[in-house]
């Protein structure tokens, strides 16, 4: 039978996981609102490419920021930071009128945008380091997956909303629905969450950059891995769907909430995938050829125009399965490599920069090379990227403890 503390262990987590459950579907929403409706009234590539540029490059540092801020005054305070945060972000944007010149609107959007990603990493860092405290060395990879999996599907289910929402309700309305869903998960989390992750000594600034090698290592890995993504998601997939294919917003929004849940679900199972003994090199490195392996079949496609739209829906889906349970290894192995509970929150916050980074650059990447090449010039820009992840990854070090119990 479990005892009153693992019961008050479990409970956390699941008051944790349904604060960020609900702040990923407004931040998926909020991702589709803004690409749609700023397309829809004639942003070029680049333009939208910058959209997205501040709430990325807040993330660097924020998550450098915020794992130093979390292992000193707790996760409840960055968590409930994080969420207050995206409902002022929500608010702002909708003070946006189409009648703004676009160097403005871009300026305003950008800087709301920057709040929507210190509110982002935020709620991911402290939502993902609270699990390192509430689950034993059997259970981490477990309760991570379910984590990551479960919060890309429902970002997923986000994208989803946030084009349904575009049609039926229109921008304004759409942003102030989400802000005050988000107002009342602000108040249970600041109500019902207890204090967490607390360190016993708290740890200097200079501690943000002084990180072992396998932490770096992965930390690059990870980089490279989203920037692969990022450089085809952001920009150069829904505007190539839109103005070569001719999808409407609710065939967009379908196919990239389909294809975010669905990785998100095969995120959930990867321990399950990988096995309960692996080897870290093979486990976080193995299929990332076969990824870049079919980045070439769809820019070949692409580009010859011969079967595009099967090429690129099919070729994504086996992309996004190999993707996700290479990310969800990389979220296990930062929390096995991560030695001292002191500096777990350090270590995630330093290794979601270095995410943040990726994506990033990633989204200038995006817009830039659709703008120059089309969907097919992201693509190659993704196989760079995948090249790069794998000769990062083939080096990285051995967790300590080899075998992870699933139980």
Known sequence: MPNTYDRMKTGTYALVTGAYWAFTLTDGALRMLVLLYFH???????????LFVLYE???????????WLGARSGLHRTLVA????????????SLHSPSWREWLAVTWVMGAQALSGIAKDLTKMSSKTAVKFVSTEGTLFRFVALLTGSKNALKGGGFFLGAALLTWRGFDQSLWIMAAALTAVLALTVVLVSPIGHAGAKPPFR?????????????LARFFLFGSRDIWFVVALPVFLGDELGWSFYAIGAFLAIWVMAYGAVQAIAPALTGVFYD???AASGLLTPMAVVMAVIAIAT?????????????LIVFGAMFAITSSVHSYLILAYSESDDETALDVGYYYSANAAGRLVGTILSGLLTLLGGFPAAL?????????????????????RRRVAMS
């Open 280 to 282: 870290t090199r093979s």
């Open 207 to 219: 501690q943000v950059a002084q990180k072992s090698r396998a932490i770096k290592r992965l930390s």
């Open 57 to 67: 490059l807040f993330g660097v540092f924020t998550n450098l920021i915020g794992g």
């Open 40 to 50: 829809d009234l004639g942003y070029n590539p680049v333009s939208l490419a910058l």
């Open 303 to 315: 580009s010859t125009h011969q079967m595009q739209a099967l090429a690129t829906v099919m070729g």
């Open 82 to 93: 994080g969420l207050g945060l995206q409902v002022l972000a929500l608010l702002a944007l």
């Open 380 to 400: 190659v820009g993704a196989i760079a990227f995948l090249i790069a992840a794998l000769l990062v990854s083939s080096r990285l070090p051995e967790v300590k």
